[in-house]
């Protein structure tokens, strides 16, 4: 079983930075996406931006230009750097793991950490 753990998240004021780590107890070497969604209360969970296996990477148009996802394979850590920040990026982050082995697709979550925003 692959396990995900999040860690940076906390509270922020308005225009400032935070970086989410998500250490991964497997190679992600291995795994074909890593991403970073989020969920704040009363909506839905949503994609915030992911990096494929080659290093492509893909944002939600509300974070572009000021969030920035990396991965670290040696460290077998995905990272989430977060400038600027604003008060509707209030949510519960979730690191998320896509291993496709054999034609099957496994999914893979971390438990998710808070980020506030807030002055």
């Known amino acids: 079983q692959v396990e995900l753990v999040e860690s940076g998240g906390g509270l922020v004021q308005p225009g400032g930075s935070l970086r989410l780590s998500c250490a991964v107890s497997?190679?992600?070497?291995?795994?074909?996406?890593m991403g970073w969604y989020r969920q704040a209360p009363g909506k839905q969970r949503e994609l915030v931006a992911e990096?494929?296996?080659?290093?492509?990477?893909n944002y939600a148009d509300s974070v572009r230009g000021r969030f920035t996802i990396s991965r670290d394979n040696a460290k077998n850590t995905v990272y989430l750097q977060m400038n600027r920040l604003k008060a509707e990026d209030t949510a519960v982050y979730y690191c998320?793991?896509?291993?496709?082995?054999?034609?099957?697709?496994?999914?893979?979550w971390g438990q998710g950490t808070q980020v506030t925003v807030s002055s």
């Open positions: 998320s793991a896509i291993w496709m082995f054999h034609g099957r697709r496994f999914d893979y």
């Open positions: 497997e190679s992600i070497a291995n795994m074909n996406n």
């Open positions: 990096i494929t296996s080659s290093g492509s990477t």
